[in-house]
């Protein structure tokens, strides 16, 4: 059977005879990401399916640091994509890829370099058992927690093999650890800082002689992978500390970032949250710009950061709220209103680091921001748009009554007829649901909080049962 991978025919032999018939040719993990990458460029294939806002900055980077062959270490504050970053590489090896069928480390065929496989290899020459490998096998990876240890990473004395009569100096007696058992892939340390000194300098030999030492065996095995770490510059710094001889080994260090536009932004939470209900898409950017205000805001401490996930909690937040109010007064389909917003600022107060002088108020803090993001895109979608009809029916004493368990037919209702909010429902992006109440509810709260925001209508807020309570014109 033969699959195609980046424009080569993979054929599936199954002995070491059949292999070299086929034509395979043997390369290294390195030249196998460096030429998939080039083939993807060349062929404008996307190359980090996923990876959001980098486009212009960090994969540049990244591209370069594959095709030297270099080793990295990703440098970034918490819940910039580090880890998912780092786990796309493993679209660009081949897609399948031979191994020494039962080998614990991935020996190439042509090349063992384990005691058993080279013993196999003279036992049996050219009819050596061949299996394949799928390039999701293909990658490891290890949160370095204070915990780990030599033998985690690099291997260990079995024990069990020892028990079994084999003698402490033979090979077989070792249990390898997850970076040998990558061998012929990617291997990825995550928060590398907190990975003990003692434990790093393990990864010497890994990183630039390419080979492992376990114990006092003499045991050269040398490997072939990529190597990667992710690191939060303040644990670079403080808490913990990459040692110098292996930050001196890693080829190349790459600074992510969080998005720099709204637009990625709202990619970002439109691509990784999981929303329960219909959340709007003037809401959607809402959460996207309160996420950047907390990011920038001097009340938070920057050097924590504000993770991407805050975003897509809040997101997700906002349509658990919908679909909340939908359970309870029957209202189909469940759609999110800008009454949902103010739900998320509860939830994800333990998301955000506050300086110390802002004890006591983060919640006020947070509630300030959420209304400045609201204010940003109410005057981005409607600030010109005509909205004298629903002035004029507060001028004339219109009260609203409006929460997160008020049906939008209630909300409509109060309001009655309305010239121009179908031009409202246009400017929000929900030109095509001006039939659905539940739509409509949510453009004309939207346009109400706006207005008030804006000082041209009164609000007052209270407690329902059950949940929240505002009064428009009271």
Known sequence: MAERTYGREVTRATTLGALRADGHVHRTVKEELRENLLAAMRSGEQRFPGIVGFDDTVLPQLERAVLAGHDLVLLGERGQGKTRLIRTLVTLLDEWTPVVEGCEINDHPYAPVCGRCLALLAETGEDLPVAWKHRSQRYGEKLATPDTSVGDLIGDIDPVKVAEGRTLGDPETVHYGLVPRTNRGIFAINELPDLAERIQVALLNVLEERDIQVRGYQLRLPLDLMLLASANPEDYTNRGRIITPLKDRFGAEVRTHYPLSLDSEVDLVDQEAQLAAH????????????????????????????????????????????????????????????????????????????????????????????????????????????????????????????????????????????????????????????????????????????????????????????????????
């Open 279 to 474: 959340v709007p898409a003037h809401l959607v950017e809402t959460v996207a710009r309160f996420t950047r205000l907390v990011r920038d805001s001097p009340s938070v401490d920057a050097r924590s950061g504000v993770s991407a996930r805050f975003a897509v909690a809040a997101a997700e937040t906002v349509a658990a709220s919908a679909l909340r109010r939908s359970a309870i007064t029957g209202e189909e389909p469940a759609v999110a209103r800008y009454s949902d917003l103010p739900a998320v600022v509860d939830t994800l107060l333990g998301k955000v680091e506050f300086e110390v002088s802002e004890e006591g108020n983060e919640r006020q803090v947070l509630m300030h921001l959420l209304r400045r993001a609201t204010v940003d895109t109410f005057r981005a979608h409607l600030a010109a748009s005509d909205l004298s009809a629903l002035l004029e029916k507060f001028d004339e004493g219109l009260v609203v009554e409006t929460g997160d368990l008020v049906p939008g037919t209630r909300l409509l209702e109060q309001v009655g007829a309305l010239p121009g909010l179908g031009h409202v429902l246009g400017q929000l992006g929900m030109a095509d649901d001006v039939d659905s109440p539940a739509f409509a509810a949510s453009a004309l709260e939207f346009a109400m909080e706006g207005l008030f925001l804006n000082r041209r209508i009164s609000k007052e807020e209270g407690e329902a049962a059950g949940g929240s309570r505002t009064l428009y014109g009271a």
